[in-house]
């Protein structure tokens, strides 16, 4: 056998991750329900995915920027009002909205249906932000600002304070 057959022939079959649309881990963070698709453990870390239902009226956290991750939102269905900046989005079912490192954002929705959208990490650490954002709910310690910006410090995230 050539060196070249030895590097193209197939590995044994790599492990396939489904989640059903019942599956998943479930996140509560006040009145946005997440559940996580991908966590990184079937990507290498490379990717992960969750799934975040917003009820009517809800404010995001606020405008911030990831210094080591990209964040894509899919908007499924309804309406998510994102911030970048001074500017404006209302994004609707079907668009996609991409957040490089670096770029400051947040998103709510202020509209009076519920939003969902899938959201993809790359790498994927960062969804232990949102269990740790939980941890801190299921503490009873109350979700400040400042928890939260403490929380984000963890992951190379920080609050846009210049668009306060």
């Known amino acids: 056998m050539t060196e070249e057959s030895k590097t193209s022939t197939p590995q044994a079959d790599p492990a396939v991750s489904v989640v ?3 599956d998943g881990e479930s996140i509560v963070l006040g ?3 997440m559940r996580v698709l991908e966590d990184g453990s079937h990507t290498g870390h490379r990717l992960g995915i969750a ?3 917003l009820a009517p009226h809800t404010s995001g956290p606020p405008q911030h920027r990831h210094a080591r991750h990209d964040e894509g939102f899919y908007i499924v269905s ?3 009002r994102f911030t ?5 989005y209302e994004a609707t079912a079907g668009t996609l909205v991409m957040v490089p490192p670096g770029a400051p954002h947040t998103f709510a929705n202020i509209s009076e249906q519920p939003a969902v959208m899938l959201s993809t990490f790359t ?4 969804v232990q932000y949102f269990r740790d954002l939980q941890s801190v709910i299921a503490d009873g310690r109350p979700l400040t600002p400042q928890a939260g910006a403490h929380v984000m ?3 190379a995230t920080e609050p846009a304070t210049d668009f306060t």
């Open 84 to 88: 970048v900046g001074v500017k404006h």
């Open 51 to 53: 799934e975040s239902v």
């Open 31 to 33: 009145t946005t329900r």
């Open 123 to 126: 790498p994927a650490q960062y």
């Open 20 to 22: 059903g649309p019942d």
């Open 78 to 80: 309804g309406t998510v």
């Open 153 to 155: 410090s963890r992951y």
